[in-house]
Each structure stands twice: as structure tokens, then as C-alpha cells.
């Protein structure tokens, strides 16, 4: 009986032990402090907020994939960007807004992200510096209801993972 409450009791410590995770760090290429992964990955690198080296957010027009309109050159001016940052690598986010079931918006964010990543690659942008996810309907910049919130959640944000 008692072994057997040690025995649980080791497990116990065994099991939340393997359950710690190490923060993973790597050394700055130039001598600088380490870079850790939330460094790279925190949403204040995105362009939605203003903070991704000038890559600005495309938007999208309802139930659409297709980069239209002001978009066009908003594309190019973030093609231009990742042309003069050569070793700077994003990831596309592509968004949707709440109307749809789950898995059409994850399947129409995953469309608008390959879009915006098949421009990039046809003007000259390697497909090697470039990741693409679909965020569905799950991530909005706005909570809103109605055609103003709707139209700023139907996007792709660009979410810099390299420099």
C-alpha cells in the first residue's frame, strides 16, 4: 500500500516534470543578446499593428481570395519591402470575417494567404522566406458586427518570423 502511494506520487512528479518547457533561445548572428521565440513571434512584429517593417495588411473583398482595388499596390509596396530585406522571412495569416461556418473560413484564409504568397513568388520574393496559415474567422482585428468590422477582419497579415 505504501509502495503504491509512492509510486503514484513519483509519477505525479515524473509526469509534471516532463510537462516544463525550456525557452528556446538562439544567438544573435551579429554578437547581440539571444533572439527568443517571442521575440519573433509576438504579435506586436505583425503588420496589422503597424510593427512589421512597413509591410502593410491586404484586404479582401467579401467571400474572395482575389487582390483588387488600392490592394494591388499595397502588394507590391510589401514586395518592394521584402526586396530590399532580403534575409527578412514572414509568415501570411489569411483572415476572415465571422460569417461562415468554421471550416469554409479556414479554408478561404488559407486561400487568401496562398494568393498573397503566389504574387510575392511571381515578383521575385523566394518561396523559402515565405510561410502561409489560415486563421479562419478566429483572430479579428475587430469584434464588431456589420460591414466596416467585417471588412477590416477580411485580410492577410504578415507576421515577420526571420530578420
Known sequence: MKLNKLLAIGMMVISLAACSKKQNTAPDANGGAPVTDSDINSSAADSDSGNAMGIQTIRFPFDS???VGENR???????KILKDNASVAVQIEGHCDERGGIQYNLALGEKRANAVKQQFVAKGIAGS???????????PVDTGSGE???GKNRR??????AK
Open 65 to 67: 481570395f482575389e487582390i
Open 148 to 150: 466596416d468590422a467585417w
Open 156 to 161: 492577410a497579415n504578415f507576421v515577420i518570423t
Open 129 to 139: 522566406r515565405l510561410t502561409t496559415i489560415s486563421m479562419g474567422k478566429e483572430k
Open 73 to 79: 499596390e499595397i502588394l507590391n509596396n510589401n514586395v
